[in-house]
């Protein structure tokens, strides 16, 4: 018993440094600006005001609705995406299998920045500046995408082969043996990949900035820097707000899913 005392004081004391800056954000967000550097944990002034500036500001809800969208389109394109090319990779043999795997791999070694300025220059060609479009398809055929694709070829290479064998005796076809079969499996790794891949999508900064130029079509961490006086100075108490209501729906989905993508990610990775 006194182990256990001993052991929970511990973690709670090593939860601290995790916890403290969520708890300084969101009560932060409910004092006046001059008193938001001020040492105190809990406001002395109570106020609901900033949170009230953040919709009248600018279109916050828009803003709102544009990322989660956006996260959910990217998310369920970057699954079909991921689920088909790693199972492909995974369980199918062709010439060249293994190459053509590494270069798909080397796609994690480019950094977003290298490849920006050619990026925007192919979608401005399109007409697709300042529009949504290029965050959704970068994402979703990107870096994100590539490191997904690996989750999911390692988990379909640790499905028995005799599974396979026995659909193929029922008269199962490829099509219906990656539908039927393998995706029901997989949902471990699915849901690592969804989860990894929604949060990337929600907190993507560079590319909104770049590609976008209309308030009513900006992301939240893009929305999240205009919120300023007139004289350009910070309005720390009103983007503190912003911040709560973007980060806190974030951490309930990971606190509730935590277990999914722990248990996605235990199940690949180890072979192959």
Same mark, same amino acid.
């Given at each position: 018993?006194?182990?256990?005392?001993v052991?929970?004081?511990l973690l709670?004391?090593l939860?601290?440094?995790?916890v403290?800056?969520?708890?300084w954000?969101?009560t932060?967000?409910?004092?006046?600006?001059?008193?938001?550097?001020?040492?105190?944990?809990?406001?002395s002034s109570f106020?609901?005001?900033p949170? +009230?500036q953040?919709?009248?500001?600018?279109?916050?809800a828009?803003?709102?609705?544009?990322?989660?969208?956006?996260?959910?389109?990217?998310?369920i394109?970057?699954?079909?995406?991921a689920s088909?090319?790693g199972?492909?990779?995974a369980?199918?043999?062709?010439?060249g299998?293994?190459v053509?795997f590494?270069?798909?791999?080397?796609?994690?070694?480019?950094?977003?920045?290298?490849?920006?300025?050619p990026?925007? +220059?192919i979608?401005?060609?399109?007409g697709?500046?300042?529009?949504?479009?290029p965050?959704i398809?970068?994402?979703?055929?990107g870096?994100?995408s590539?490191?997904?694709?690996?989750?999911?070829?390692q988990?379909?290479?640790?499905?028995?082969?005799?599974?396979?064998?026995?659909?193929?005796?029922d008269?199962?076809?490829?099509p219906?043996?990656?539908?039927?079969i393998?995706?029901?499996?997989a949902?471990?790794?699915?849901g690592?990949?969804?989860?990894?891949?929604?949060?990337?999508?929600?907190?993507?900064?560079?590319?909104p900035?770049?590609?976008?130029?209309? +308030?009513t +079509?900006?992301?939240?961490p893009?929305?999240?820097?205009?919120?300023?006086?007139?004289?350009?100075?910070?309005?720390?108490?009103v983007?503190?707000s912003?911040a709560?209501?973007?980060?806190?729906?974030v951490?309930?989905?990971?606190?509730?899913a935590?277990?999914?993508?722990i248990e996605?990610?235990a199940?690949t990775?180890?072979?192959?």
């Open positions: 018993m006194r182990t256990k005392v052991l929970y004081g709670l004391v939860c601290v440094p995790f403290f800056p969520t708890w954000m969101v932060s967000s409910f004092k006046p600006n001059a008193e938001i550097f001020s040492p105190s944990l809990w406001p106020t609901a005001e949170w +009230r953040v919709f009248t500001m600018q279109p916050f828009q803003q709102y609705f544009n990322s989660a969208y956006i996260a959910v389109v990217v998310t394109g970057t699954l079909v995406v088909m090319a199972y492909a990779f369980r199918i043999r062709f010439p299998q293994n053509l590494l270069v798909v791999l080397t796609g994690l070694l480019i950094p977003s920045e290298v490849t920006i300025v990026l925007f +220059r979608f401005n060609s399109l697709m500046v300042d529009t949504h479009w965050l398809l970068v994402p979703m055929l870096p994100p590539v490191l997904a694709t690996f989750i999911m070829r988990f379909f290479i640790t499905l028995p082969a005799e599974l396979e064998e026995a659909a193929r005796i008269g199962l076809g490829r219906a043996i990656f539908r039927r393998a995706l029901p499996l949902r471990p790794a699915l690592a990949v969804a989860i990894f891949t929604f949060l990337h999508s929600w907190n993507l900064y560079l590319e900035v770049v590609y976008l130029s209309t +308030r +079509r900006y992301t939240l893009q929305a999240l820097t205009q919120f300023t006086d007139a004289y350009q100075g910070q309005l720390w108490n983007q503190l912003a709560s209501m973007t980060a806190i729906p951490l309930i989905v990971f606190v509730l935590q277990r999914q993508f996605g990610l199940h990775g180890l072979k192959g």
